[in-house]
């Protein structure tokens, strides 16, 4: 009843003379808009059509992969270049690995968080009205499309799209046909636009908290994706450093990293991962804040060890710059710095094993609702955990010199960075969607889409592991060309089945996204019963986010079950002033 209270109290809020706005054209409503939910739509659903083509090339890697050597005539049929003579082709083999990895890593999972879900959860849960610089913040989002086309259309140019991987180490990259030319610069944007918002999300955090809203009472969303923010700040400016050198070096006549002129292919190293191990973080931490958020709302529990929480963000990312030579063990480095590497490697178990147990302590004996959102937090919970634990094996420098480069890392990279963020990004959706689009997701659908995708996940990446141990490389294109492999066979028709499961549940998810957007059941304002300020607003919030005034917050964010309350109250919101008032309803809570 404590919720009927409060539900009436915002009703009766939301009757208090309505913001007003100019009328606005559909352009500069819907596509240029400074509003920050709408680019948060906007990132998230160019974001998850990223997804999909990215799911598409997997798709053709684990066809290859299952089946080296066999004649899809099908595929020639639709893809007559990638498939010339009905098997694929190496080297558009070669340039799907780049191009899912980079879409992957920056055009789905950094810029459905940092963008999509920084953009929607930063004001709303400050009580802002939207972001410090709002059209600085509508230009960040379009250079967005800018880096993909650059990057898209290096698929077009001759030679096809680079086959250096993700990480584009040198020599190679320095060698390779234009499309590397194209993928640096796509690159240098991107890294350029998330700077630009990420100025916007940490100026926002520091100065437009309403009032009450101490750092004490920031929810871990914010405090995540507010840290995320600052680790790029120092991260991403590293590699348009090496971008625009390299790029320097393939037209310009530099030689930075080429031998021949006395550069250093390993100083791309350094710089890479430099910015790259950061980066890795850059994408789960704003997932473990989602799910930290989503455990408490939907468990009905307090976050346990809240300070703990901050603190392991805080060390993580911190960490998170000392790092990087862990990618490099197998570089030649001394091996005191092997070890040094390896200390801080091992040192940031620590903060992410705190975090860990806290999910779990969280989760025990709570009251957790099983709804889409929170077997997705679970989830992320449990992938964190086996992806971690293979983390920890892979910082001793003398195993990884076994299993650098092996399918061992493909497994725990897809396991921590891949799965566990993508779980992140999925809770978060299940979770927002109500506020973002005024309507629910179809629980069911949410649930089977689920289970489908942790086995899918499951059955994918961890025999992978094994695959790595059995010494199978990784980026080659026909295993079946190597003996001392012996049988793979098995493990990889495994693998491809299990990644068509998984690639096939996300259509699921598509129409159920697409479908509730336009149908789903109305929403209320606060579906879950959650305590965070967006969902005092109207689903979905007007621009400037607050019917009448701005919220005041009167406490922390999880009190779910609170021990002293009256009577049938099993949360107060931020917003609510005294516990009595929960139950009292009325005008007063949430006014000033
Ligand atoms: C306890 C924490 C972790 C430890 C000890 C750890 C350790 C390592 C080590 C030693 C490598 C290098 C393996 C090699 O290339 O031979 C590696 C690779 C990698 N890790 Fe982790 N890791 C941890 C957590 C994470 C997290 C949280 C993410 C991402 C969210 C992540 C993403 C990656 C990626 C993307 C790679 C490979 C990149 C590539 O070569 O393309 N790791 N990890
Ligand atoms: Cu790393």
Redesign the pocket.
């Known amino acids: 009843m404590a919720h009927g209270g409060t539900q009436a109290a915002v009703a009766g809020h939301a009757t208090g003379a309505a913001h007003h706005h100019e009328p606005q054209s559909f352009w500069r409503r819907y596509i240029f808009s400074t509003d920050h939910k709408i680019i948060a739509i906007q990132y998230l659903l160019t974001s998850l059509v990223m997804a999909a083509v990215g799911g598409f090339l997997a798709m053709l890697m684990r066809v290859q992969l299952g089946w080296p050597g066999k004649e899809w005539p099908l595929l020639e049929a639709i893809m007559p270049n990638a498939f010339k003579g009905g098997q694929m082709n190496p080297d558009f083999y070669y340039g799907a690995i780049t191009m899912h ?1 980079t879409i992957m890593v920056f055009f789905f999972l950094t810029t459905a968080l940092s963008g999509g879900f920084a953009n929607f959860l930063i004001p709303l849960q400050i009580g802002a009205r939207d972001m410090a610089f709002p059209v600085l913040n509508m230009l960040s989002f379009w250079a967005f499309p800018v880096s993909i086309a650059f990057a898209l259309a290096s698929f077009f140019v001759q030679g096809g799209a680079p086959g250096t ?3 584009a180490y040198v020599p190679l990259s320095d060698r390779e046909t234009a499309g590397q030319t194209l993928w640096l610069i796509s690159v240098f944007i991107l890294m350029l636009a998330f700077l630009a918002g990420g100025i916007n999300y940490i100026t926002t955090t520091l100065n437009m908290r309403t009032k009450g809203m101490s750092f004490s009472r920031l929810p871990l969303t914010v405090w995540a994706l507010f840290v995320t923010a600052l680790v790029g700040l120092f991260a991403f400016p590293a590699l348009m450093a090496a971008s625009l050198m390299l790029i320097f070096d393939r037209v310009g006549g530099t030689h930075f990293f080429d031998p021949a002129g006395g550069g250093d292919p390993i100083l791309w190293q350094h710089l890479f991962w430099f910015f ?1 191990h950061p980066e ?2 850059i ?2 931490l704003p997932a473990m804040g989602i799910v930290s958020e989503v455990l408490a709302a939907h468990g009905r529990k307090p976050v346990f060890g809240y300070k703990y929480m901050v603190g392991s963000i805080l060390t993580i990312a911190g960490l998170s710059f000392l790092v990087w030579g ?2 490099m ?2 570089s030649g480095m001394s091996p005191t710095l092997g070890s040094i590497f390896m200390a801080t ?2 040192a ?2 620590i903060p ?1 094993a705190i975090k860990t147990f806290n999910w779990l302590a969280t989760i025990y004996r709570s009251k957790m609702r099983f709804t889409a959102a929170s077997l997705y937090a679970i989830g992320f919970v449990s992938l964190f955990i086996t ?2 634990l293979t ?2 094996i ?2 001793n420098p003398s195993v ?1 010199l076994y ?3 092996t399918y061992f ?1 493909v497994g ?2 897809h396991f ?2 891949g799965a ?2 993508l779980f992140g990004v999925f809770a978060g959706i299940y979770h927002w969607f109500p506020k973002m689009f005024g309507r629910m997701m179809n629980e069911r659908l949410g649930k089977i889409h689920f289970w489908l995708t942790f086995l899918g996940i499951y059955g994918t990446f961890f025999p992978m592991h094994f695959l790595g141990t059995a010494g199978m490389p990784r980026r080659i294109y026909n295993w079946d060309a190597y003996q001392f492999l012996g049988d793979v066979a098995t493990l990889n028709h495994v693998i491809s089945i299990s990644a068509f499961v998984l690639g096939a549940a996300q259509l699921i998810f598509a129409y159920n996204l697409f479908y509730s957007m336009f149908r789903g059941p109305k929403a209320e304002r606060n579906p879950w019963q959650a305590n965070t300020l967006e969902w005092w607003a109207p689903s979905p919030p007007p621009h400037g986010n607050w019917d009448e005034a701005e919220p005041v917050v009167y406490r922390w964010p999880y009190e779910y079950s609170p021990k002293d309350a009256p009577e049938g109250v099993d949360h107060i919101p931020q917003w609510v002033p005294e516990p009595a008032l929960a139950t009292a309803g009325g005008d007063r809570a949430g006014s000033r």
């Open positions: 990895g991987g993700w990480t790259g890795v973080y994408v789960i862990h990618h063990f197998s490697t091992l940031i178990a992410s992806g971690g983390g920890i892979l910082g990884d299993f650098h480069d890392v725990h990279f921590i960075m566990a963020a």
